[in-house]
């Protein structure tokens, strides 16, 4: 194994380490072409977060294997971006990046993830899988329902790591990138076989935690609270109210939500098999392939010492910048929208 991949997914652990320190605070306060410029920092954005609450009406749409529900704004003909969600997080996380994306001028569409808000399976018997090709595959069957042929594509934490995939196997998809936390196309073997220090495994205690079956059925139990705790550790400095988190709340009561979350974490430390069906597409992801399209990286508090983005700038071949947004946690479009739009529509003229 190259010691790119080993310091690739290095990085991807060492990001999370940043959130230790509040982890453990917040824990214990509960119980008592060539490569343009790096880096460009930015505070956080003049426009007030959650100024607006709802996309109004969504559309659903049969996808591949799901009815996938979706968000729409925008000019009927104007350029597309496609939006994608993380985990514990959904649609919302961008309620106030598609007004900004729609006035300039852009078709916003915002998905729902299998397993999240009112994207259903089409059948009850098909695998509820969640390794990444998949999910990419899900976006790709998506634009292919809605005859689009090439969008620009933006997302963080599932959604980043799906947007990269398809950026980085389907080029003639995607237009242009943007993806906060940089690349993080999965090499289940680098998991495997890479411990790091206690204190760097610590921020990934929840992914532990999924791998047992009283964090299954603790997570089935107690998904909620759950997904609160992870917003105040992932964005210490994010003030978010009630009402915020209770609209992305109720995506988490998708009948397949736990089963997908589980599924998802579990194939990362090679504890649950994906579909054989894909494994071709998994080894072409294991082999750390370059993202050749226009891409900007974002970089937030979340990421600690990984954030000046060095570490995998080497991975994007096209042009390519990265930013770093000071004050903001691992939500970075719902806690920076000004910023994030701004990154689409730079991206956009590269």
């Known amino acids: 194994m190259s010691n790119a991949k080993i310091n690739l997914d290095r990085r991807r652990f060492l990001g999370t380490a940043a959130m230790t320190t509040a982890a453990v605070q917040f824990t214990m306060a509960a119980c008592t072409g060539a490569h343009a410029s790096m880096t460009n920092s930015t505070n956080q954005p003049t426009m007030k977060p959650e100024t607006n609450t709802s996309f109004g009406t969504l559309k659903q749409i049969n996808a591949g294997v799901l009815s996938i529900g979706y968000a729409e704004a925008g000019t009927a003909d104007g350029p597309v971006v496609i939006l994608l969600h993380g985990w514990p997080y959904d649609i919302h996380s961008y309620v106030d990046v598609v007004p900004l994306l729609a006035r300039a001028g852009y078709k916003v569409i915002v998905p729902y993830l299998r397993g999240y808000g009112t994207t259903r399976f089409l059948s009850s018997a098909t695998f509820r899988n969640a390794q990444q090709s998949v999910v990419a595959l899900d976006i790709i069957a998506l634009m292919d329902a809605l005859k689009i042929e090439k969008a620009i594509l933006g997302g963080y934490d599932w959604g980043a790591r799906t947007a990269d995939i398809i950026a980085a196997l389907w080029p003639e998809r995607c237009k242009a990138l943007v993806s906060v936390s940089g690349y993080l196309i999965t090499n289940l073997k680098t998991w495997r076989e890479q411990p790091l220090p206690p204190q ?13 079956e009283r964090g299954q059925v603790g997570y ?3 998904r909620h609270d759950f997904a609160k705790l992870i917003w105040k550790i992932a964005s210490p400095k994010w003030n978010f109210d009630d009402a915020t988190f209770e609209r992305t709340a109720a995506a988490f009561a998708n009948p397949d939500h736990v089963s997908i979350v589980i599924h998802n974490y579990r194939w990362r430390l090679s504890l649950a098999k994906g579909d054989p069906h894909y494994d071709e597409l998994e080894k072409r992801l294991a082999a750390t392939p370059m993202i050749t399209v226009p891409t900007i990286t974002i970089a937030s508090d979340f990421d600690g010492a990984a954030a000046n983005g060095t570490s995998y700038a080497k ?12 004050g903001i946690g691992h939500n970075v479009p719902q806690e920076a929208p000004q910023a994030f739009a701004q990154a689409i529509i730079d ?3 590269y």
């Open 200 to 212: 760097v495994e610590y921020a990934w205690w929840y992914q532990y935690y999924f791998t047992t």
């Open 220 to 222: 089935e139990a107690n």
């Open 315 to 326: 991975l994007f071949s096209g042009k390519y910048s990265h930013r770093i947004f000071k």
């Open 347 to 349: 991206v956009d003229r």
